[in-house]
């Protein structure tokens, strides 16, 4: 297949792939009970591998390798794009498919500390990027408004105009209370996770590609392998959309809390009369901004 001809095929790959998405997107806001049962099928579909693909390889981290020591340009200049992408579709089509460990890497961080990364393989991460294409627009459907990282059309920059567009109204939040959920990554509950997606996704084969990453290991960089019993690893494909599901679980608590975002004018008086403070969150990932009310008498 020629450039020409690649580039037109991503770009009809690219126009089904979005129709489908909103198809799943209008059908999850329309029912908010419903599981979606086939979906496996989408995953291994050529279209959705090929924009999986391009993602990948675009990406920043696309020239670091996993541990099989592949990249996406090693895959082009060896067997290609498309043979990569028809033996992978094959090995989802027979389930033969199994992901393999992550490569860890230790990125320092301010203060001295240390932030672990997971690597991927090219060939898990295409995966991954197919899956995200799939679930994506079914979950968000659920996640609320006050929910800003990792998600489409969303940034920092948003939440951050937020917090400042609510604290400068007069008579409004005045305290911000900044909070950050420690190793939120390593900790999430897989059980709790699952739970959180089953309840939009019936389809077995889907469930059980989302556990194997979950529980694909981890090479340290002492070369020991290790078991992964809790968490998704940071800086993988598919990670952040997981983190929101399992994290969406406070966003809903504080919006139907005493006080939170869903209480009316009344409720808020009455809260403030009585020394009650009136609550808002604003989430990026695992860094919270919840707000704290209380009127100043003037």
């Given at each position: 297949?020629?450039?020409?001809?690649?580039?037109?095929?991503?770009?009809?790959?690219?126009?089904?792939?979005?129709?489908?998405?909103?198809?799943?997107?209008?059908?999850?806001?329309?029912?908010?009970?419903?599981?979606?049962?086939?979906?496996?099928?989408?995953?291994?579909?050529?279209?959705?591998?090929?924009?999986?693909?391009?993602?990948?390889?675009?990406?920043?981290?696309?020239?670091?390798?996993?541990?099989?020591?592949?990249?996406?340009?090693?895959?082009?200049?060896?067997?290609?794009?498309?043979?990569?992408?028809d033996g992978l579709r094959l090995q989802l089509k027979d389930r033969s498919f199994r992901?393999?460990?992550?490569?860890?890497?230790?990125?320092?961080?301010?203060?001295?500390?240390?932030?672990?990364?997971?690597?991927?393989?090219?060939t898990d991460r295409v995966v991954q990027a197919s899956l995200k294409l799939v679930l994506?627009?079914?979950?968000?459907?659920?996640?609320?408004?006050?929910?800003?990282?990792?998600?489409?059309?969303?940034?920092?920059?948003?939440?951050?105009?937020?917090?400042?567009?609510?604290?400068?109204?007069?008579?409004?939040?005045?305290?911000?209370?900044?909070?950050?959920?420690?190793?939120?990554?390593?900790?999430?509950?897989?059980?709790?996770?699952?739970?959180?997606?089953?309840?939009?996704?019936?389809?077995?084969?889907?469930?059980?590609?989302?556990?194997?990453?979950?529980?694909?290991?981890?090479?340290?960089?002492?070369?020991?392998?290790?078991?992964?019993?809790?968490?998704?690893?940071?800086?993988?494909?598919?990670?952040?959309l997981l983190s929101n599901v399992a994290l969406s679980v406070l966003d809903e608590y504080?919006?139907?809390?005493?006080?939170?975002?869903?209480?009316?004018?009344?409720?808020?008086?009455?809260?403030?009369?009585?020394?009650?403070?009136?609550?808002?969150?604003?989430?990026?990932?695992?860094?919270?901004?919840?707000?704290?009310?209380?009127?100043?008498?003037?």
């Amino acid at each position: 297949m020629n450039t020409d001809e690649l580039e037109h095929a991503l770009y009809m790959a690219e126009r089904r792939v979005l129709n489908i998405q909103t198809k799943l997107h209008r059908w999850a806001c329309d029912d908010s009970h419903r599981r979606f049962d086939d979906l496996y099928n989408l995953v291994a579909d050529p279209g959705f591998l090929l924009v999986a693909w391009d993602r990948v390889r675009g990406n920043k981290g696309a020239r670091a390798a996993g541990v099989d020591g592949r990249t996406a340009r090693s895959v082009e200049a060896g067997q290609g794009a498309g043979d990569f992408l028809d033996g992978l579709r094959l090995q989802l089509k027979d389930r033969s498919f199994r992901p393999l460990p992550v490569r860890e890497r230790m990125i320092p961080k301010a203060g001295g500390k240390l932030r672990r990364l997971g690597i991927a393989t090219v060939t898990d991460r295409v995966v991954q990027a197919s899956l995200k294409l799939v679930l994506e627009p079914i979950f968000e459907a659920d996640f609320l408004p006050c929910s800003y990282g990792f998600r489409p059309n969303r940034r920092a920059h948003d939440a951050v105009a937020e917090v400042r567009y609510l604290a400068s109204r007069p008579r409004n939040y005045e305290w911000i209370v900044e909070g950050d959920i420690t190793a939120c990554f390593d900790e999430i509950s897989h059980p709790g996770l699952m739970d959180r997606v089953r309840h939009r996704v019936g389809d077995r084969r889907i469930l059980g590609l989302v556990k194997a990453f979950l529980k694909s290991g981890i090479l340290g960089e002492d070369r020991l392998l290790r078991e992964t019993t809790a968490g998704t690893p940071q800086g993988s494909i598919l990670s952040p959309l997981l983190s929101n599901v399992a994290l969406s679980v406070l966003d809903e608590y504080i919006a139907q809390a005493p006080g939170g975002p869903t209480a009316g004018k009344v409720d808020r008086a009455r809260r403030h009369r009585h020394g009650l403070p009136n609550y808002r969150l604003i989430r990026y990932a695992d860094d919270c901004a919840p707000r704290t009310q209380r009127e100043v008498l003037m």
